[in-house]
């Protein structure tokens, strides 16, 4: 019987989880790969007021969507690999928002497992967004000059908003697979991801325990597969599933 995106969240912890998750400062998904498709299946308040996105179009699909055309492909085949190998993974990503506007981002995800046979469970993103410079030899380096540069060039705009938005496409338009970037994350921008992925496991353990469904950001058994991957054991089910006896 393949699990429903309403079950995902509510058959592993108690009701009260998605409005506590809400009520944390931090802009990050969490995804079944259990599901066909990996959808997201819980979307923070804070990613949906940054993004654009209303919670009904985010959940239900796949992280995929925040990406575009600028997005980094190896970027992405890091973070698939990362999902078939059930492992952390951190690195900077160039997302967009409902609107096509770019912004970067330090993605730090993380498998949620089960107490119980070590399966992994779910997956949580972390997007904390970064302030890119640029190498000696690029073409740009945002630090307070250029942002007097965008400010005389926007002169008629006066909301910081509109202000960030001209600078995230400005930096986009140099974004390529040989971009002279040096996307630096700062030891603040470090600690933010580590503080969510913290307060985030601590929700769920704690909700996990009031279903008897317990989770842990370790594996605390051997997996009743032991080594194989997220992906490939969903494959394995499904075929099982279809055999006639």
Known sequence: M?????????????????EHLDELPHSFTISDPWIPGHPIVFASKELLKRSGYSRQEVVGNNGRMFQGIKTNRRSVMEIRHAVREERTIQLTLLNYMKNGTPFWIFFHMFPVFSK???????????????????????????????????????????TVAELTRIRNLDLAD?????????????????????????????????????????????????????????SLNISLARIKQSFVL
Not at 2 to 18: D, K
Not at 116 to 140: K, N, Y
Not at 184 to 197: F, G, I, T, W, Y
């Open 116 to 158: 119980e046979d070590g399966r992994v469970v779910h997956f949580v993103g972390v997007q904390v967004p970064i302030m890119p410079t640029w190498s000696a030899s690029g073409l740009c380096e945002y630090d307070a000059a250029a942002a007097l540069r965008f400010c005389r060039r926007e002169v008629c705009s006066d």
């Open 174 to 230: 140099h974004d390529t697979e040989s971009t002279n970037a040096v996307w630096k994350v700062s030891d603040l921008e470090k600690r933010e991801a580590s503080n969510a992925m913290g307060n985030i496991l601590s929700l769920l353990t704690h909700y996990s325990q009031l279903t008897g469904k317990l989770v842990s950001e370790k594996r605390c058994c051997s997996s009743h597969m032991s080594g194989v991957g997220a």
């Open 2 to 18: 393949e699990i429903t995106i309403e079950a995902s969240i509510n058959s592993r912890y108690s009701s009260w989880v998605r």
